[in-house]
């Protein structure tokens, strides 16, 4: 093995030691002569000694040797780890990560430029194991200082590693009690894994789908070989000689085909059952081949909260849950950047200083909990604190000052309603931008990456209590947990992460509000609407039983989709439709039943804003019923936001000036109704799921048939290369979301109404 090799595997390892060091010093210090994290520390520095030995790295050697002798003090009970010696440990892991990662040819250079670094350090962390006096005589900095060379830039990142912001890596977590894994060393998988392209698993997945498939073929063949085999058995006791008669010759051979036939029938069975557990072993092994652990993603946590509450001056107790359950690679790298988003929010707004929770009869120490579980057929993730809740009345105010809503509009909408502002683009309630949070950034960035994997983003608060934010997701991106049912005489699957209950009710105990049929679940009323109607299928001939309704739920909302059967459970493989398609509206993927049969899965996002556009609209619209009636040949403007309360200021806004106004709830849809439709102009947000206004207007304007539709920009963005991106796009106006409260949006629709009709 060549010297290169020696480097590389040496990074490998280390990764695995670092990240164990990294995650167990946290507990060390909280926990004080905790056997089991002091323990593992100890070796992971051996090992660490160990493999710098073996590829001469002696700074690794001296660091790792420091940082052992101080593990073995705390585990021996002569030392207690301070927070101030967690801070010199975790200085040796960083500085240990970055060394890892420099090219081979400039290690001599890089260390060169480091070692008063690496001298400083290594007294610092032999401080500690020398005892309390010793390290108040001796201590050295708090961070060790980031090797540089002038001429050289910082090292790139390495697969694996990560930092105090959290970035995953490879190494065991906490278990639910936050206490140490029982088996000490690096992670076991790591040595065994291999490398498989994501191409290569859906291949494998599609496979096992179409194995599954085929071995229901063959299971209805053996179920009609069983009907032959009972009908040749019928045959052959009708010719069976009576008593004292000799067998004709026709039934011994029919009898002796007949032991035949059972035979080999019984040999199908068997193999029939042998290949469905066969098949169903490679299914579920496949799947697990995408699969990951939730602690993956947290690993850096832990490091990120000690870091941020002692910067923050805050006490903060972390909590991991469900650290095992399994989630797809994709969305588990998806997860990554919103679990960051919440922890600093948490920290920095929702978990009060220690002197501030005393004074409200709190423990000084705040509590967060993160947390992973399949309910449902979904991953649920929760960031849970006990800190002092959102202040509704603040958000309601900041909505109306900032000119998201009028005053009128922001008093109807009820806690849950006002909440939702909370997810909007550059949208924050506090005064203070700081390094940790502020900029109003990081919550949206929550809902998109969850609308982006079709489910979605909640918050719940009580003041002076707590947040929990909850992240409703699929468990995998290649097969869904779904509910079949039947609409319009033909079967369909809605993903069950999106699907809140089931009810079957009598037609008499429905209820009428606003003209509209309602049914009564818990203390709510659910508006009810028809599937077939959504999807423009067939009406169901009317019956006598009972109604069968799907309660879809979305960020607090409920809604009462009517449908003809439920048809049961299934885990369906998706399979993505034919990109010659293009956008289909509702329909997320396709899959195939046990018996080859296709099925379409529906879009829970595509149908829930629909249903919310129907069932809210009136709602709202009420506040504009007293409008001067205008010409019935009023032109029709398309609205196009994925906020419902924003699409109904700019509704109020254009009805007012007697516009005929069509909503719609984000990118594609919007692009939908423009290909189904006729409308005059284009209102259309920038920041959407699935597709955003820049990305709607660049196809407008390469549609030959809506090139020439006038197009208004409307964002929260105001600044110059936000307004340049969308004018470069095609659109003939860029304003910002304060035009709601002057007149600079309606001014702008008259004019490019007036230049289109010349």
Known sequence: ?????????????????????????????????????????????????????????????????????????????????????????????????????????????????????????????TAIGLGQGART??????????PARPDAPEPPD???????????????????AGTSPPAIGA????????????????????????????????????????????????????LRPGPGESPAPAFTQLDAIGRSFAAVRLDLEQLAAESRRAADDLHHDVLATRLRPFGDVTMGLPRLVRDLGRQLGKEVCLVLRGTETTVDRDILAALDAPLG???????????????????????????????????????????EDDGRGIDAARVRERAVSRGLVDAALAAELGPDEILEFLFLPGFSTTDTVTDVSGRGIGLDVVQAMAHGFGGSARVATVPGEGTTFSLHLPVTRSVLRCLLVRIGGEPFALPLSHVDRLLRVAAGDLVTVEGRACVRVDEDTVGLVPAAGVLALPAPAGDNGPIHVVVLSDRGHRHGLEVEAFLGERDLVVRPLDPRLGTV???????????????????????VRSIDEDLGGDRLRRTIRNAPARAAAARRILVVDDSLTVREVQRQLLEGQGYRVELAVDGVAGWNALRLGE?????????????????????????????????????YKDREEDRLAGLDAGADRYLTKSSFTDDSLITAVADLLARSAR
């Open 585 to 607: 509206p509702d329909v997320l993927a396709a899959s195939l039943l046990d018996d080859g049969t296709p099925i379409v899965i529906l879009d829970p996002d595509d149908l």
């Open 679 to 715: 409308h005059d102009l284009l209102v259309t947000d920038v920041d959407m799921p699935r597709l955003t206004g820049i990305e709607l207007t660049r196809r407008v304007r390469a549609d030959p048939r809506l090139s020439r539709l006038p197009v208004i920009v409307v964002s």
């Open 158 to 176: 390495m697969p694996g590693a990560h930092d105090p912001s959290g970035t995953p890596g490879q190494a065991p977590l906490m278990d639910p």
């Open 1 to 125: 093995m060549d010297e290169i090799s020696l480097i590389e595997l040496f990074r490998e390892d280390a990764d695995g030691q670092l990240d164990l060091l990294a995650e167990h010093i946290v507990v060390a210090e909280r926990a004080g002569a905790s056997g089991d994290a002091l323990t593992i520390c100890m070796r992971a520095a051996h090992s660490l000694k160990g493999a710098g030995r073996v590829v001469g790295l002696d700074a690794v050697v001296r660091i790792a040797h420091a940082m052992e002798e101080g593990f073995e003090a705390a585990r021996k009970g002569r030392i207690r780890l301070t927070p101030d010696d967690g801070d010199r440990l975790l200085a040796a892991v960083d500085l240990v990560r970055r060394l890892s990662r420099v090219p081979e040819p400039e290690l001599d250079v890089w260390l060169a430029a480091a070692e008063a670094d690496i001298t400083a350090l290594v007294e610092a962390l």
């Open 341 to 383: 988003h919440l922890v600093r929010n948490a920290l920095d707004h929702a978990l009060e200083p220690p002197e501030e929770r005393e004074m409200a009869g709190k423990p000084a120490e705040g509590r967060l909990a993160i947390s992973a579980a399949h309910r449902g057929g979904a991953l649920v993730v929760r960031v």
């Open 187 to 238: 992670d076991p998988g790591r040595a065994a894994a291999i490398k498989v392209s994501p191409e290569a698993v859906s291949r494998l997945m599609a496979l096992s789908a179409e194995v599954a498939v085929e071995l229901r073929q063959l299971e209805r063949h053996v179920e009609t070989l069983a009907g032959v085999g009972r009908s040749l058995s019928r045959v052959t006791s009708a």
């Open 137 to 146: 005589e001796r201590a050295g900095p708090a961070e060790a200082p980031a």
